[in-house]
């Protein structure tokens, strides 16, 4: 059974969110074990590849038995396998930590809730082990189609939200899809492997070219790059919390991952950083990403809309590492995938959870948080220290490569943009925990000080929240391990 | 293949997707893009991929036009573009 | 010059049909205010991109992606005979793809239209400012 | 916003441009998509799977992983609708419309009025009756069964000519919704109740799912037809033709229901009272 892993890994999702479509009409209170149980199975699967991808090097898997250019391919390397097993345990400890915010936001829908949740878990897992240009099309699509779904039943304005992410989703899928077509007309394959050993002949094309922007454009629209990101914090912000903690860990790193993949996978790295002349400008857009993100980020009054910008400046940190093209750069980049995934499921738990607890997430309901929610508060100091970058938390080591990179490859802007946009968290989180710490309870309409409820959420929410919270530490410990073992073999020779 | 129908079916669709986007009724422009549809998928017929045609007529002319209509009949059929 | 122009349209009319209802589609989108109208212009814009893939797959002089002669003598079956069938394929897959993102996009708009009324986006605009 | 949008089109539309005259001319059957991969499709499908149509080989078979997934993103988009637009709470009771069968005589009954659903004289009408289409009743009786037996065709005859489980089943959904509309909802609704149908499709899918898991616990790899060749008691040639029927029903069963779901929650709003 070990060999089917890379498949099993996506069919098992598929087959819960299945049964528990059937389930639904028949015993919904049984969708819950089945979904955790489904996720569990995924995420195991996923480390028994990561072991095993350690172990004995690359493998890959074909669908149908047909072997790569005329069949389907998973491939399983040190880099999907690594991203694989945190998108995985990501995924995992959500469910395990919103199921009774769900269960209570959603109510007769919550079922529906559990499949779609599961349908978007096969296609994220799917977009990273895939080797297949146009399969990782419908396992994107599977995957927007049911974020489309569970954003749209969010706050007010979801709805209106939800279908501008339709939009923008859909261009940036089809530009995607257009430029795999592009590279079909000129290689006549599908096949990642197989299109990476045909383009360096015929790298003159014109047609090579534009497949190279098109297939980008259409990712940074999928990512929220700056100035493509308008969608996303409405999209996030209007989310309900549970959706939200998926959501937003999991859809921008896939995609980063995506871009990573492309660029140095399918094209050469000397394409991507020396054909066009594209990589300097992208840095500097990476750039305006982040100083735009932690700006805004700055100036908003809502805790998760504000986190939503910290997303795009997040985007902008790893868009600039990979594209300056330099060994250091692209190890912080990639360490950054995995890092960001986990830092963002831990804030968007904390502000998912005291947007539950307390009926709010404006600034001002956060007075005297640490008192009534003293747990999850800790989960948010943790959380926030790692965005800020503090050690041991994982945010310090990505963003130390970052920062490593960008000073030798001698870009200033990026190492000013990569300080000042720690500078920005730190106020952003430090303004919270005072907030949260110092300031004085509300008083009461009539002059009365309100009584100080404990709303600490109940252990079944909390213990995910802070295996989420010992995670990041646990993967800043790790990050030796991770960038000798996975990344530097993940990175091919040609970067210097 | 005779080549003077296929540029006829290429202009109209052409000016099927205009119609549909530029009509200032909803319905009407459910009506067009199902004829735009149509148009497609008899150009696909004409460039031999019989199966993508037939989907297309089945999905893009038939059922998504229903979509529309019923969307469109739901909603509201005014348009100010 | 300007039989190289013509050769270039005539050669590759399709890819530039493709281009126009690309276009048409992607600025339909931007610029339209309605939202019934911006999803018009979705599908155009991959239904546009359906015609692409086609126009790769098809070869002068060759006959449809269907085998008719059974039996033995398959060895006889040559590629230049039949069209490309796997952009059919990929775009059977497309086309599927397109009529899902269609009902959850107008799915959507109703609910957009259950809750304010309107479909046009800048009136939808003043009144979330409003609120 | 018009600038912007026609600036974006424009440039867009130069940039395709630009790399259109480096195309291979159309319908070059030297082009590197014609010569790299598609010639092995060609060439070996009949020989690999026994199907004539190379394009339903290549579909259920060769990139039937695609296939599996595109059979679940219509399943998403059913299951999406039902999310978004489905009303769970108490449904709110209007008033209800019943028309007097002999005398054409409407009567509207209130809320906490009674009057049998069934009862012989009186048939439950929508607020937007048409009294006059039995032009329309007739002929599209008439043509159903027609329609549904051309659909079935089209499923099981996907092997030798054009069509297949997708095609069939959009069919087959199209004359349903077709039921629907030149009757009403609630005669479909009687016939493909829908929880029935939502259970259906997601049958559906757990065919083609299954068929995959079946060939792995077989000993092949997912979706290696050739694997049911022992269990089928044929050889892996006609295995594979068989796997591909198995799951071209499952694709057929799944896209005929998730169709008529979505027009039951188009066309309703989301109330599953009256259609169009």
Same mark, same amino acid.
């Given at each position: 059974?070990?060999?089917?892993?890379?498949?099993?890994?996506?069919?098992?999702?598929?087959?819960?969110?299945?049964?528990?479509?059937?389930?639904?009409?028949?015993?919904? !209170?049984?969708?819950?074990?089945?979904?955790?149980?489904?996720?569990?199975?995924?995420?195991?699967?996923?480390?028994?590849?990561?072991?095993?991808?350690?172990?004995?090097?690359?493998?890959?898997?074909?669908?149908?038995?047909?072997? @790569?250019?005329?069949?389907?391919?998973?491939?399983?390397?040190?880099?999907?396998?690594?991203?694989?097993?945190?998108?995985?345990?990501?995924?995992?400890?959500?469910?395990?930590?919103?199921?009774?915010?769900?269960?209570?936001?959603?109510?007769?829908?919550?079922?529906?809730?559990?499949?779609?949740?599961?349908?978007?878990?096969? %296609?994220?897992?799917?977009?990273?082990?895939?080797?297949?240009?146009?399969?990782?099309?419908?396992?994107?699509?599977?995957? !927007?189609?049911?974020?489309?779904?569970?954003?749209?039943?969010?706050?007010?304005?979801?709805?209106?939200?939800?279908?501008?992410?339709?939009?923008?989703?859909?261009?940036?899928?089809?530009?995607?899809?257009?430029?795999?077509?592009?590279?079909?007309?000129?290689?006549? !394959?599908?096949?990642?492997?197989?299109?990476?050993?045909?383009?360096?002949?015929?790298?003159?094309?014109?047609?090579?070219?534009?497949?190279?922007?098109?297939?980008?454009?259409?990712?940074?629209?999928?990512?929220?790059?700056?100035?493509?990101?308008?969608?996303?914090?409405?999209?996030?912000?209007?989310?309900?919390?549970?959706?939200?903690?998926?959501?937003?860990?999991?859809?921008?790193?896939?995609?980063?991952?995506?871009?990573?993949?492309?660029?140095?996978?399918?094209?050469?790295?000397?394409?991507?950083?020396?054909?066009?002349?594209?990589? /300097?400008?992208?840095?500097?857009?990476?750039?305006?990403?982040?100083?735009?993100?932690?700006? $805004?980020?700055?100036?908003?009054?809502?805790?998760?809309?504000?986190?939503?910008?910290?997303?795009?400046?997040?985007?902008?940190?790893?868009? %600039?590492?990979?594209?300056?093209?330099?060994?250091?750069?692209?190890?912080?980049?990639?360490?950054?995938?995995?890092?960001?995934?986990?830092?963002?499921?831990?804030?968007?738990?904390?502000? %998912?959870?005291?947007?539950?607890?307390?009926?709010?997430?404006?600034?001002?309901?956060?007075?005297?948080?640490? /008192?009534?929610?003293?747990?999850?508060?800790?989960?948010?100091?943790?959380?926030?220290?790692?965005?800020?970058?503090?050690?041991?938390?994982?945010?310090?080591?990505?963003?130390?490569?970052?920062?490593?990179?960008?000073?030798?490859?001698?870009?200033?802007?990026?190492?000013?943009?990569?300080?000042? !946009?720690?500078?920005?968290?730190?106020?952003?989180?430090?303004?919270?925990?005072?907030?949260?710490?110092?300031?004085?309870?509300?008083?009461?309409?009539?002059?009365?000080?309100?009584?100080?409820?404990?709303?600490?959420?109940?252990?079944?929410?909390?213990?995910?929240?802070?295996?989420?919270?010992?995670?990041?530490?646990?993967?800043?410990?790790?990050?030796?391990?991770?960038? $000798?073992?996975?990344?530097?073999?993940?990175?091919?020779?040609?970067? @210097? | 293949?005779?080549?003077?129908?296929?540029?006829?079916?290429?202009?109209?669709?052409?000016?099927?997707?205009?119609?549909?986007?530029?009509? #200032?009724?909803?319905?009407?422009?459910?009506?067009?893009?199902?004829?735009?549809?149509?148009?497609?998928?008899?150009?696909?017929?004409?460039?031999?991929?019989?199966?993508?045609?037939?989907?297309?007529?089945?999905?893009?002319?038939?059922?998504?036009?229903?979509?529309?209509?019923?969307?469109?009949? #739901?909603?509201? #059929?005014?348009? #100010?573009? | 010059?300007?039989?190289? *122009?013509?050769?270039?349209?005539?050669? +590759?009319?399709?890819?530039?049909?493709?281009?126009?209802?690309?276009?048409?589609?992607?600025?339909?989108?931007?610029? +339209?205010?309605?939202?019934? +109208?911006?999803?018009?212009?979705?599908?155009?814009?991959?239904?546009?991109?359906?015609? *692409?893939?086609?126009?790769?797959?098809? +070869?002068?002089?060759?006959?449809?992606?269907?085998?008719?002669?059974?039996?033995?003598?398959?060895?006889?079956?040559?590629?230049?005979?039949?069209?490309?069938?796997?952009?059919?394929?990929?775009?059977?897959?497309?086309?599927?793809?397109?009529?899902?993102?269609?009902?959850?996009?107008?799915?959507?708009?109703?609910?957009?239209?259950?809750?304010?009324?309107?479909?046009?986006?800048?009136?939808?605009?003043?009144?979330?400012?409003?609120? | 916003?018009?600038?912007?949008?026609?600036?974006?089109?424009?440039?867009?539309? &130069?940039?395709?441009?630009?790399?259109?005259?480096?195309?291979?001319?159309?319908?070059?059957?030297?082009?590197?998509?014609?010569?790299?991969?598609?010639?092995?499709?060609?060439?070996?499908?009949?020989?690999?799977?026994?199907?004539?149509?190379?394009?339903?080989?290549?579909?259920?078979?060769?990139?039937?992983?695609?296939?599996?997934?595109?059979?679940?993103?219509?399943?998403?988009? &059913?299951?999406?609708?039902?999310?978004?637009?489905? =009303?769970?709470?108490?449904?709110?009771?209007?008033?209800?419309?019943?028309?007097?069968?002999?005398?054409?005589?409407?009567?509207?009954?209130?809320?906490?009025?009674?009057?049998?659903? =069934?009862?012989?004289?009186?048939?439950?009408?929508?607020?937007?009756?048409?009294?006059?289409?039995?032009?329309?009743?007739?002929?599209?009786?008439?043509?159903?069964?027609?329609?549904?037996?051309?659909?079935?065709?089209?499923?099981?005859?996907?092997?030798?000519?054009?069509?297949?489980?997708?095609?069939?089943?959009?069919?087959?959904?199209?004359?349903?919704?077709?039921?629907?509309?030149?009757?009403?909802?609630?005669?479909?609704?009687?016939?493909?109740?829908?929880?029935?149908?939502?259970?259906?499709?997601?049958?559906?899918?757990?065919?083609?799912?299954?068929?995959?898991?079946?060939?792995?616990?077989?000993?092949?790899?997912?979706?290696?037809?050739?694997?049911?060749?022992?269990?089928?008691?044929?050889?892996?040639?006609?295995?594979?033709?068989?796997?591909?029927?198995?799951?071209?029903?499952?694709?057929?069963?799944?896209?005929?229901?998730?169709?008529?779901?979505?027009?039951?929650?188009?066309?309703?709003?989301?109330?599953?009272?009256? &259609?169009?």
């Amino acid at each position: 059974m070990s060999v089917h892993y890379p498949a099993l890994v996506v069919v098992m999702p598929v087959v819960a969110a299945l049964i528990i479509a059937i389930l639904a009409w028949v015993h919904p !209170s049984r969708a819950l074990p089945v979904a955790v149980a489904a996720l569990a199975a995924a995420a195991g699967a996923a480390a028994m590849m990561l072991v095993r991808v350690l172990a004995h090097g690359p493998f890959a898997y074909h669908l149908g038995g047909w072997p @790569p250019p005329v069949g389907i391919a998973y491939e399983i390397d040190h880099l999907n396998a690594l991203v694989l097993a945190v998108m995985a345990a990501v995924a995992l400890i959500n469910l395990l930590a919103v199921w009774p915010q769900a269960e209570q936001r959603f109510a007769e829908r919550t079922v529906f809730f559990y499949a779609l949740y599961l349908l978007f878990c096969a %296609g994220t897992f799917g977009i990273l082990v895939t080797g297949d240009a146009f399969n990782l099309f419908v396992l994107l699509e599977i995957t !927007s189609i049911s974020g489309y779904a569970l954003i749209g039943l969010g706050r007010r304005d979801a709805a209106l939200a939800s279908l501008n992410y339709v939009f923008m989703g859909t261009i940036g899928a089809s530009l995607y899809l257009l430029g795999i077509g592009y590279l079909y007309l000129v290689t006549g !394959s599908l096949n990642m492997a197989d299109m990476a050993a045909i383009l360096p002949r015929i790298q003159d094309s014109r047609v090579v070219t534009a497949a190279f922007i098109i297939c980008m454009t259409g990712l940074f629209m999928k990512m929220a790059l700056f100035p493509l990101h308008g969608w996303l914090p409405n999209a996030y912000s209007q989310a309900a919390g549970p959706v939200c903690s998926l959501i937003a860990p999991l859809t921008t790193k896939t995609m980063i991952y995506v871009m990573v993949r492309i660029g140095l996978y399918v094209f050469s790295p000397q394409f991507t950083f020396g054909r066009l002349d594209l990589a /300097r400008a992208m840095v500097w857009l990476a750039v305006m990403a982040i100083v735009f993100g932690s700006l $805004t980020a700055l100036a908003q009054t809502n805790l998760r809309r504000m986190l939503c910008y910290v997303v795009v400046a997040e985007v902008g940190y790893m868009v %600039g590492g990979f594209w300056l093209g330099t060994r250091t750069a692209m190890t912080g980049a990639i360490l950054h995938i995995v890092n960001d995934a986990a830092m963002t499921l831990c804030v968007f738990l904390v502000v %998912g959870t005291i947007g539950h607890q307390l009926k709010s997430d404006t600034f001002d309901t956060l007075r005297g948080a640490f /008192r009534r929610m003293p747990w999850t508060m800790a989960v948010m100091v943790v959380a926030g220290l790692s965005l800020i970058g503090v050690p041991p938390t994982c945010g310090f080591f990505s963003k130390w490569y970052l920062l490593g990179g960008a000073l030798a490859a001698g870009h200033w802007g990026l190492a000013g943009a990569l300080v000042f !946009s720690s500078l920005v968290n730190t106020l952003l989180f430090f303004r919270i925990f005072e907030i949260a710490y110092f300031e004085p309870v509300n008083t009461g309409n009539y002059g009365h000080a309100a009584p100080l409820r404990y709303a600490e959420a109940p252990p079944a929410m909390l213990a995910p929240m802070i295996a989420a919270a010992m995670g990041l530490i646990v993967l800043g410990l790790l990050t030796g391990e991770i960038v $000798t073992r996975l990344i530097a073999p993940a990175i091919p020779a040609a970067i @210097p | 293949m005779i080549w003077q129908l296929e540029i006829i079916i290429l202009v109209l669709v052409v000016v099927c997707a205009v119609g549909a986007l530029a009509v #200032r009724d909803l319905l009407g422009a459910a009506i067009l893009f199902g004829a735009y549809s149509f148009l497609m998928c008899l150009l696909w017929a004409i460039m031999g991929a019989v199966d993508v045609a037939f989907t297309e007529a089945s999905v893009g002319a038939g059922v998504s036009t229903v979509f529309f209509v019923a969307a469109v009949f #739901r909603t509201s #059929r005014r348009t #100010r573009d | 010059m300007w039989d190289d *122009f013509v050769r270039l349209a005539v050669a +590759k009319a399709n890819y530039w049909i493709y281009i126009v209802l690309m276009c048409i589609g992607l600025w339909g989108m931007i610029v +339209k205010g309605n939202l019934v +109208k911006k999803i018009i212009g979705m599908n155009i814009l991959q239904t546009a991109i359906i015609l *692409f893939y086609v126009s790769i797959a098809s +070869k002068a002089g060759a006959t449809l992606p269907i085998i008719t002669h059974h039996g033995p003598g398959t060895d006889s079956i040559q590629a230049v005979g039949h069209i490309n069938p796997l952009p059919h394929v990929l775009m059977l897959t497309a086309i599927v793809v397109a009529v899902a993102t269609l009902g959850v996009a107008l799915a959507l708009a109703m609910r957009i239209h259950r809750d304010y009324g309107t479909l046009e986006e800048d009136e939808l605009l003043a009144m979330m400012r409003e609120k | 916003m018009r600038r912007l949008g026609l600036i974006t089109a424009v440039l867009f539309g &130069g940039l395709l441009a630009y790399a259109t005259p480096d195309f291979p001319d159309w319908g070059d059957p030297r082009s590197p998509a014609s010569t790299h991969v598609s010639p092995y499709y060609i060439q070996n499908s009949l020989a690999d799977t026994a199907v004539p149509n190379i394009v339903t080989a290549v579909l259920a078979d060769y990139r039937g992983y695609d296939t599996m997934f595109e059979t679940t993103v219509i399943f998403a988009a &059913g299951l999406a609708c039902l999310f978004l637009l489905r =009303n769970f709470g108490p449904r709110a009771v209007e008033s209800r419309l019943y028309r007097h069968r002999p005398t054409g005589i409407t009567l509207r009954i209130e809320q906490g009025g009674d009057l049998p659903e =069934n009862s012989a004289e009186f048939e439950r009408i929508d607020s937007q009756w048409v009294p006059y289409d039995l032009i329309i009743r007739c002929a599209g009786r008439l043509v159903l069964p027609f329609i549904q037996l051309f659909a079935l065709y089209v499923v099981a005859h996907g092997h030798h000519s054009p069509g297949g489980g997708f095609q069939g089943g959009v069919i087959f959904g199209a004359a349903l919704i077709f039921y629907a509309l030149s009757h009403d909802l609630r005669s479909t609704l009687g016939h493909l109740p829908e929880a029935r149908s939502l259970i259906v499709a997601a049958v559906g899918v757990l065919i083609y799912v299954g068929t995959g898991v079946l060939c792995l616990l077989l000993g092949g790899a997912f979706l290696d037809y050739a694997a049911l060749a022992g269990l089928l008691g044929v050889d892996p040639v006609m295995a594979r033709s068989h796997g591909i029927l198995m799951v071209e029903i499952g694709v057929a069963l799944a896209v005929t229901t998730v169709m008529v779901s979505l027009y039951y929650y188009l066309a309703t709003a989301g109330r599953l009272d009256e &259609g169009l």
